[in-house]
């Protein structure tokens, strides 16, 4: 069964430093989310991408996010600088195209800021 | 702001009873809704879709949406302690999916 990929699935960092998340989506899925969600409550959209393009990225702290998608298949999320209010689930999900089809979730990344 | 409201529970059943998980959202135009389980420290996995007025089946999970109402809901049948989990609730509008903060649900054996 096709999965969504992400890695890695746990990562501790201090503050200050960098840190990068990779995501590998179903195959053929053309939109690619990422999202983060604190313990507690639902995830919240980052970034969204249609094929190599950002969608939506009106919730990103561009000032220490960013994120692409070069090839329109696999994306990289990162951060830098992480700061301790960062720590959280990060999720990535993709889906056929658009928000209106299904969308189907990575194993996440469990961040810890320290 | 466009919102989608979950009772947060926890919603306790015996196990064997219909638990019934409810959601309501706030965007009129909202065509698409989803229902995810989690288990606590895993992430999202989509159980339901519904598009439609009426109800949908499958399995032990029947999904019902009444968009007059901006109401969806998600009802398990013969539940079981493997049900325990928080269920999300989402609503499409546009290029958008938004998440309810969830309703964690707990059968007992």
Known sequence: ???????????????????????DPISGHATLYWYRQILGQGPELL???QDESVVDDSQLPKDRFSAERLKGVD??????????????????????AGARYEQYFGPGTRLTVT | QKEVEQNSGP????????????????????????????????SPELIMSIYSNGDKEDGRFTAQLNKASQYVSL???DSQPSDSATYLCAANA???LTFGGG???????
């Open chain 1, 75 to 96: 994306s990289t999320l990162k951060i830098q600088p992480a700061e301790l209010g960062d720590s959280a689930m990060y999720l990535c999900a993709s889906s056929l």
């Open chain 2, 103 to 109: 309703t964690r649900l707990m059968v007992k054996p």
């Open chain 2, 11 to 42: 919603l306790s059943v015996p196990e064997g009873a219909i638990a019934s998980l409810n959601c309501t959202y706030s965007d009129r135009v909202s065509q698409s809704f989803f229902w995810y389980r989690q288990y606590s420290g895993k």
């Open chain 1, 47 to 49: 970034v969204q991408f």
């Open chain 1, 1 to 23: 069964e096709a999965e969504v990929a992400q890695s890695p699935r746990y990562k501790i960092t201090e503050k200050s430093q960098a840190v990068a998340f990779w995501c």
């Open chain 2, 75 to 77: 009802l398990i049948r």
């Open chain 2, 94 to 96: 546009g290029n958008m």
